[in-house]
């Protein structure tokens, strides 16, 4: 029979800190799951049986046991006469720990030593923090039954490499996305322009009167134009901006609206 020894170490605040961190945890641990199933050959005769590998044990519980502060350790140690110890250490961040020591075997053979340490580890583990591996009985090969795997463990596949994103063309005169067609243009009735005097000294073009200059805004704020834009329209239809128009500026301009016209 394996020896086994139990040793609790108190930090500054005793053990509590552990005791109150590993209860938190367990609420916290993932299902455990069976992933392998082994088929086991011995002179009493055949039988399989699903366990957990020690990795499918850590994936459930380490991510619980680290977030309350908690830590499981193993390490191989050399005992007197000649003899060799598994440690298993549960620790917490406040000082205070339990420490598990396993006699491991004599006289096994490399292969032998390997499915031994496996298994103490693995059993060490779920003792130490109160879970079930389910069914387990894979250290047959260290007591010299012929074992073989018929699930092994799945390969952990690593995360795929993030692609980059799609770099987007420079603008160019060529690939600038037309701006949308507005609304159908409503009819605009210009008003008549009203006769002004010639002033002194020659004919010159005659200024933009009131009501050209009333209906033009009138129509910018039917088809939603806001200033910005609509200063935009006049500069592009007339070629000049909205102060500088002239009665002839202010009729073209209200065909242009009228025809629905989008430069």
């Known amino acids: 029979m394996t020896e086994s020894t139990l040793t609790m170490v108190p930090g ?3 053990m509590a800190p552990l005791f109150a961190a590993k209860a938190a945890a367990r609420l916290e641990f993932l299902p455990i799951v069976k992933n392998r199933t082994v088929q086991v050959r011995s002179d009493k005769g055949n039988y399989s049986f699903d366990y957990a590998t020690l990795d499918s044990v850590r994936d459930s519980c380490d991510g619980a046991l680290a977030k309350h502060g908690l830590d499981v350790m193993h390490a191989v140690c050399s005992a007197p006469e000649g003899r060799r110890e598994l440690h ?3 620790t917490h961040k406040s000082g205070c720990y339990i420490e598990q020591v396993v006699a491991i075997p004599d006289n096994l053979k490399m292969q032998d030593l390997g499915s031994a340490l496996t298994y103490l580890e693995r059993y060490c583990y779920v003792a130490m923090i109160g879970v079930a591996s389910e069914h387990d009985d894979d250290g047959n090969a260290a007591d010299g039954n012929k074992v073989q795997d018929s699930k092994p463990s799945p390969q952990r ?3 795929a490499p993030q692609e980059a994103p799609p770099v987007k063309p420079a603008m160019t005169q060529d690939n600038i996305p037309k701006r949308p067609a507005g609304p159908p243009p409503l ?3 210009p008003p008549e322009p009203k006769e002004e005097e010639e002033p002194a000294g020659g004919i010159e073009p005659l200024k ?3 009501d050209t200059r009333g209906a033009i805004g009138k129509a910018f704020a039917t088809l939603g134009y806001n200033r910005m834009r609509a200063m935009g329209y006049v500069k592009a239809i007339c070629g000049k901006a909205s102060e500088e128009l002239t009665e002839e500026d202010g009729q073209k301009l209200l065909q242009a609206l009228q025809d629905g016209v989008v430069p």
């Open 208 to 210: 933009l009167t009131t």
């Open 12 to 14: 500054p605040e005793g």
């Open 187 to 189: 009819p605009v009735t």
């Open 88 to 90: 298993t250490l549960l």
């Open 157 to 159: 596949t690593p995360p």
